[in-house]
């Protein structure tokens, strides 16, 4: 039976810590969605079309990725949708509290039978963030080797 992971994430933008974790987890499971949250709440750069757009274009050459979106909770969403695995990047101790509390609470929620998986962050990218990454850029700084160069391209080409 083929093993449907699911890596969620508001990616505004996507950037080469998102990409690690990307490419080590479609290596682990047959099938990889990047599911792109929808929230509100959350002031983004890019609109839903964009990211969804940007992902498809740096994600084109791995053949088991796909990109889809969604809102609401996460574990509706994957109970929905078959998925049997949630992955999620570790940066540090911080995103660990976070990514603890958020695995044992969606635990309540997934049906039976899924897990979530943490894979440890390349250190060369632990520090990055979406939000570090549009504010060095906004303030004229170089991101080079931080995002993919795609992503770069199309920032400078929207900004
Ligand atoms: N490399 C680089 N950056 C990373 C990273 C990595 N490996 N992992 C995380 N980040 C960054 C993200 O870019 C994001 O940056 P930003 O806040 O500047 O945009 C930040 O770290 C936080 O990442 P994440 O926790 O994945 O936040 P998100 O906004 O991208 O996604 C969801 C949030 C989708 C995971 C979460 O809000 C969710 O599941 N929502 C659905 C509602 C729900 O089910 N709630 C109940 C949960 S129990």
Redesign the pocket.
């Known amino acids: 039976m083929k093993t449907k992971a699911l890596y ?5 933008p996507l ?1 080469n ?2 990409l ?2 990307i490419k080590r987890a479609a290596r682990l499971y047959d099938e990889l969605t990047l599911g792109i ?1 929808v ?1 509100p709440q ?1 002031k983004s750069m890019f609109t839903l079309e964009e990211r969804q757009q940007m992902l498809i274009e740096a994600l084109k050459s791995i053949e088991n990725v796909k990109v889809d979106h969604f809102s ?4 509706d969403y994957v109970n929905d949708n078959g998925y049997d695995v949630v992955v999620r ?1 570790l ?1 540090n101790a911080a ?1 660990f509290g ?1 990514e603890l509390q ?1 695995a044992q ?2 635990d309540t929620l997934f049906r039976d039978g899924v897990e979530t998986v943490f894979l440890m ?1 390349d250190p060369k ?1 632990s520090f ?5 990454i549009k504010e060095v850029f906004l303030l004229g700084g170089s991101i080079e080797g931080l995002v993919p160069d795609t992503i770069l391209e199309y920032m400078k080409r929207n900004a």
């Open positions: 969620t994430g508001s990616f505004d950037t810590g998102h690690d974790i949250i929230n959350k609401g909770l996460t574990a990047g940066r995103d976070y958020m609470m969606n962050a990218y990055i963030s979406s939000s570090v």
